[in-house]
């Protein structure tokens, strides 16, 4: 059984371009989620999926950043414009039911901007 | 509010050793908790969960954890390291329905020859 996948795995962008990072859950996992590693800081919950659906955007830091799932598969987190504090380790992880919720990790997007 | 305290950001230990990460929690809630471990270049993967089952929990690798609700505290320990063990650990809690999983920052677990 394929894992959790992302892509790019490594992405230098300037500041105020645009980058899209995406998220191959493991197939039959309703439930998505992305987090974020600022260097030398905790990982933070961003939002939570469940199919096409935002449970919850609570973690998401401001209106730059952009999450979808279309057809409630993989997702997409665009991040437009970039900005130097954006930098950092983006993790998504998916989980097959709500209640058992140990989730599934991708290796994560190493975003550096510039 | 859930929160999660990793005591150490960094241990070392030699080859043999007994290995005690630390993790204290605060949960309004009864918690669920986890502990996940980061191989470099890696994403995290699950070591073990406590779940309101057996309050020692076990999980891959030797490790084991002991929840201890009246301590608020979850460590986790494996008796004797081994150098393939060297890895960063993160302690998390989720309220168990499904959302959001609060990390500790991590501790970074260094096994000497």
């Known amino acids: 059984e394929a894992g959790v996948t992302q892509f790019p795995s490594h992405s230098v962008i300037e500041k105020g371009q645009t980058v899209t990072l995406r998220c191959d859950p493991i197939s039959g996992h309703d439930n998505l989620y992305w987090y974020r590693r600022v260097m030398g800081k905790e990982i933070k919950f961003l939002l939570h999926f469940v199919k096409e659906s935002k449970q919850d955007e609570s973690g998401m830091p401001n209106n730059r950043f952009l999450a979808e799932r279309t057809g409630g598969t993989y997702s997409t987190l665009k991040v437009q414009p970039a900005e130097l504090e954006d930098s950092g380790v983006y993790f998504c992880?998916?989980?097959?039911?709500?209640?058992?919720?140990?989730?599934?990790f991708g290796p994560g997007t190493r975003l550096l901007v510039l | 509010a859930q929160s999660v305290t990793q005591l150490g950001s960094h241990v070392s230990v030699s080859e043999g050793a007994l290995v005690l990460l630390r993790c204290n929690y605060s949960s309004s809630v009864p918690p669920y908790l986890f502990w996940y471990v980061q191989y470099p270049n890696q994403g995290l993967q699950l070591l073990l969960k406590?779940?309101?089952?057996?309050?020692l929990v076990k999980g891959i690798n030797g490790f084991e954890a002991e929840f201890k609700k009246s301590e608020t505290s979850f460590h986790l320990t494996k008796p004797s390291a081994h150098m393939s063990d060297a890895a960063e650990y993160f302690c998390a809690v989720s309220d168990g329905g499904g959302f959001k999983t609060i990390f500790g920052a991590g501790t970074r677990l260094f096994v000497k020859a």
């Open positions: 406590y779940t309101s089952a057996a309050t």
């Open positions: 992880a998916s989980s097959p039911t709500s209640w058992d919720s140990a989730q599934y």
